[in-house]
């Protein structure tokens, strides 16, 4: 039950029983990592007929912020002082810039004139940057130049007229990259170097301890390198450990040293953060995560599966749509790669599940098509009803996802985004880690934890999730699915690290005799466990999802109360915006900002959202979409009159922070924020 519904504790709603948001706790030491300013030498050529798509490659799956020329093969007399050959002439960067921009990146330009001795030359050159110095990261001085050379006093020359004659006109600084060793003298020949200390060393420690010695006095760009040349051969797990040793040292930027191929050359590999076609490898989310960002993308969402046939019931392009129900105990194969946005190759995908009006009691297992059908459930449903609950699932190698059915049942899946390859998210196969309950075909997947009883009220049950199941002995979260079943009387679970206090909140509330699954982002303790805490007692069923190893970008610090449209007693936000709105009226659109809020960083990629409905006037449901895109035909959390009921949500924010919450009929809203992804 990889991930299923979160319930809120709701005050004043029957059978809810704790005012708590869901719990996404923190491991002890946990630290949100904040993004760090990435630049990728070497640039696209802009003449190359790729230069647009691999632009977009690198500043959208790579994560780079600024990017340099490009790179041709050095002529016999290359030097540093002398790199123009390296490079491309002003008019050709000038292009590099517009093509980088449209991308959302900035240019380090290399422009000569700039320090020519002639005031009318460098009076040209400003004039000509002036247009675009929006989009200009630094002046490229050269690189690698040796202290102990003849060149050196070259370089001092042109930083020190670049510095005091262009900047203070463009406002834009001069950057030279440094031998690893050059880095004393380049503090102390170079004024206002402090401001980015530029040096890359791919070997023995990678510049740790240049980075350490440096850290309290000058801003470091640290050098990565991203580039099968010579013995240096990187994969998308050294790139990530890589960058977090070299962030540990005190690294404030990042240098990856393979944004885009050398031309005329294979010395340094034909392909590096993107391929000869402009598409993104491997390396590309490695060094997004690398810098602090998360790796997932967002989109739609767009249904993939609609078996109902109607007005407005089709899916994102036409297939699989009105594909009628499905039969119990049947296996549905929804082709998820190649539509709505979604790659041919990708890690995992964000499902929403839907099952609607089902004949009898049961429930719904997604897993790759291709694999055996495991012994879990991600949504558990009661007769008649409609209910929904999201999924991260790996699709199988033909690019499709497989949906088990226990029951005769309408079906809808709805897709939220997808984690490409190369990303540090392993989306495991769903597999049982605790089960209470004693029966035939009741196991766990080892053995371990399997049969061992009802979990007595006020009791807490540690869980080992490291080391089984393929989940490594070391990890930053865990996904779990927490299902309860015959509770003996109202309560609830919450889940947390082993080792702390149990935290003021619930992952899920339940009723007397009720079933009740939901979804877990858990930190582990030092040994690799959760605790599992219930206040009456119950059987208890624990599935595996996935794991974010580390150093994987995911904040598992406590909730946030975003959005309560009720007033009363003990209601309230994290910061108290948003908070008793009223109820939302059918057919409206709430936009909540989310971005900056409650400890949320600005810039924030994604959000894992619980989103609960109470009290609704009649059936309905409800859409979690970007504000910047048009709402989609999907839904979130399906419900009838007068229900509460609650979804976890792996939500794509707008730029400016925002997500659009749709409500088909009139309700309240209460919105969490579980986790977010820089």
């Known amino acids: 039950m990889a991930l299923g519904a979160v319930s809120t504790a709701l005050p004043g709603v029957p059978g809810l029983t704790q005012l708590a948001a869901p719990s996404v706790s923190a491991a002890p030491g946990d630290t949100t990592l904040t993004p760090l300013d990435t630049w990728a ?82 009076a040209d050159a400003t004039q000509f940057w002036a247009p675009v110095y929006q989009h200009i990261a630094a002046w490229d001085l050269g690189d ?57 060393w791919y070997a023995d420690d990678l510049g740790a301890s240049i980075a350490r010695a440096h850290a309290n006095e ?37 240098l990856v040293f393979g944004g885009q191929r050398v031309y005329g050359s294979s010395t340094f590999g034909p392909t590096s953060l993107v391929d000869g076609a402009g598409a993104p490898t491997t390396w590309a989310p490695a060094v997004q995560e690398g810098s602090g960002r998360s790796s ?18 089709g899916t994102v392009d036409g297939v699989q749509a009105g594909v009628g129900r499905r039969g119990e105990g049947s296996v549905s194969g929804v082709q998820v790669t190649g539509r709505a946005g979604i790659p041919s190759t990708v890690a995992a995908v964000s499902l929403n599940i839907t099952a609607i009006d089902p004949l009898r009691a049961g429930f719904v297992t997604a897993y790759p098509c291709g694999s055996a059908q495991p012994n879990a459930a991600q949504l558990n449903h009661p007769r008649g009803s409609t209910v929904s609950t999201a999924v991260i699932v790996e699709p199988g190698a033909d690019g499709r996802v497989c949906v088990f059915t226990m029951s005769d049942t309408d079906l809808v899946v709805d897709v939220n985004g997808y984690v490409p390859l190369g990303a540090a998210f392993e989306a495991d196969v769903p597999a049982r880690l605790l089960e209470t309950r004693v029966g035939e075909g009741l196991s766990t997947i080892d053995g371990r934890d399997n049969g061992i009883g009802p979990r007595v009220g006020g009791s807490i049950t540690e869980l080992q999730v490291t080391g089984r199941a393929g989940v490594p002995s070391v990890v930053n979260a865990v996904v779990l699915s927490v299902t309860v079943t015959d509770a003996r009387a109202p309560g609830f679970v919450t889940v947390f690290p082993c080792g702390g206090p149990i935290p003021t909140s619930a992952n899920l509330n339940y009723s007397s005799g009720a079933t009740v699954t939901n979804a877990v982002v858990t930190g582990v303790d030092g040994t690799g466990k959760v605790c599992l805490y219930t206040m009456a007692t119950v059987d208890m069923v624990v599935d595996l999802g996935g794991h974010l190893p580390l150093p994987a970008p995911v904040s598992t610090a406590p909730p ?22 009223g109820a939302r009226a059918a057919d409206t659109v709430t936009t909540l900002p989310i971005g900056g809020r409650g400890g949320i960083p600005r ?37 009838t009159a007068r229900q509460t009921v609650s979804n976890m949500v792996v939500a794509d924010l707008a730029a400016d922070g925002t997500v659009c919450i749709y409500t088909m009929a009139g309700t309240h809203l209460v919105v969490d924020v579980l986790s977010y992804l820089p």
């Open 144 to 200: 690698e130049f040796d202290p102990a050379g003849t060149e050196w006093p070259l370089l001092i020359q042109r930083w020190n007229r670049v510095r005091t004659e262009v900047t203070p006109v463009s406002g834009i600084p001069p950057y030279t990259n440094h031998l690893p060793w050059a880095t004393d003298e380049a503090l102390a020949d170079l004024p206002g170097n402090d401001q980015l200390l530029s040096f890359a």
């Open 41 to 122: 030498w070497c640039g696209v050529h802009p003449d190359d007929p790729t230069a647009a798509t691999a632009a977009r490659s690198m500043a959208q799956i790579a994560g780079i912020d600024a990017t340099f020329g490009p790179c041709n093969v050095p002529t016999p007399d290359y030097t540093p002082a002398f790199t123009a050959n390296r490079y491309v002439s002003p008019d050709q960067y000038r292009r590099l810039v517009d093509i980088n921009a449209a991308a959302g990146m900035k240019t380090v330009v290399y422009d000569s004139r700039l320090w020519s001795a002639n005031a009318a030359v460098r």
């Open 603 to 639: 810039g924030v990629g994604a959000v894992v959202l619980d989103v609960t409905v109470t009290d609704p006037v009649r059936a309905g449901f409800v859409t979690v979409y970007p504000c910047s895109a048009g709402r989609p035909n999907a839904a979130h959390v399906n419900f």
């Open 560 to 581: 946030s109360r975003v959005l309560d449209s009720r007033a009363g007693p003990g209601l309230s936000t994290i910061d108290g915006l948003q908070f008793a709105i």
């Open 218 to 254: 000058a801003t470091l760009m640290c050098g990565v390198n991203a580039f099968d040349h010579f013995s240096f051969v990187p994969s998308p797990d050294k790139i990530r450990a890589d960058m977090a040793a070299l962030r540990s040292a005190g690294c404030d930027k990042f």
């Open 296 to 313: 997932f993308t967002g989109v739609g969402p767009a249904r993939l599966l609609e078996t109902r046939t109607g007005d407005g019931l």
